[in-house]
């Protein structure tokens, strides 16, 4: 485990399109410190770096951006078409984020031992990143609205959607798992209460 007995590391995490970075943002107005998986996973691929070069070695230079940046859809239209990919893409990526993610928490813990940090990863049970954190909060929202959250944000057909829908763990078996439930259809006002309540009853856990 990662943190210490005073410093509480929750892991934050849902099916996509829930509405996780929603819940997330308020946990980080209401005093939470919020570490962002997929900000760290741009991070560490950014051009040049260990993971970048491993990438594109993996999938080619045609993932990439003119200015050498990886294109997000057009690795995500090889990987989320073939799992064997997409677990070759997660041993590359995962590794680097936990140690950055790890580095993050000590300083927080530094800065305030009694922190509550947030730590936002989407995959938390499938990259076993659950046995690392103390609770578990997971955001759930019913497939119509991971549907239509996911055509309207990412511009996905309804199969495509699907199928970054069940390239994740069931929400069902993740709520079975979670210590907590948030509902990320809710409106913001109540879900926003929802969330202050929640990190009110992990302090005096820390």
């Known amino acids: ?3 210490s007995a005073a410093m509480m590391l929750v892991g934050l995490t849902g099916g996509v399109a829930t509405g996780k970075s929603t819940v997330a943002k308020m946990f980080r107005q209401y005093g939470a410190v919020v570490i962002d998986a997929d900000e760290l996973a741009r991070e560490v691929v950014r051009p040049g770096k260990p993971a970048w070069r491993e990438i594109v070695m993996a999938f080619g230079k045609s993932i990439l951006h003119p200015d050498r940046t990886i294109d997000r859809h057009a690795l995500g239209a090889i990987v989320f078409h073939d799992k064997k990919n997409l677990r070759r893409l997660e041993r590359i990526i995962h590794p ?3 140690r950055e993610q790890a580095k993050l928490a000590k300083r927080a813990e530094r800065k305030d031992p009694k922190a509550i940090v947030i730590y936002d990863v989407p995959l938390l049970f499938e990259a076993d990143i659950d046995k690392r954190v103390d609770k578990i909060i997971v955001v759930t929202a019913d497939r119509d609205t991971q549907i239509a ?3 309207k944000r990412n511009g996905l057909s309804r199969s495509e959607a699907l199928r970054r829908i069940r390239n994740q763990l069931p929400l069902a ?3 079975r798992l979670a210590n907590y ?3 990320g259809t809710k409106d913001r006002k109540r879900l926003a209460g929802e ?3 929640l990190l009110e009853d992990l302090r005096p856990l820390s």
């Open 1 to 3: 485990m990662i943190c």
């Open 96 to 98: 680097r984020v936990a």
């Open 149 to 151: 959250r996911l055509r």
């Open 173 to 175: 078996k993740k709520r």
């Open 181 to 183: 439930v948030l509902d």
């Open 195 to 197: 969330v202050f309540t």
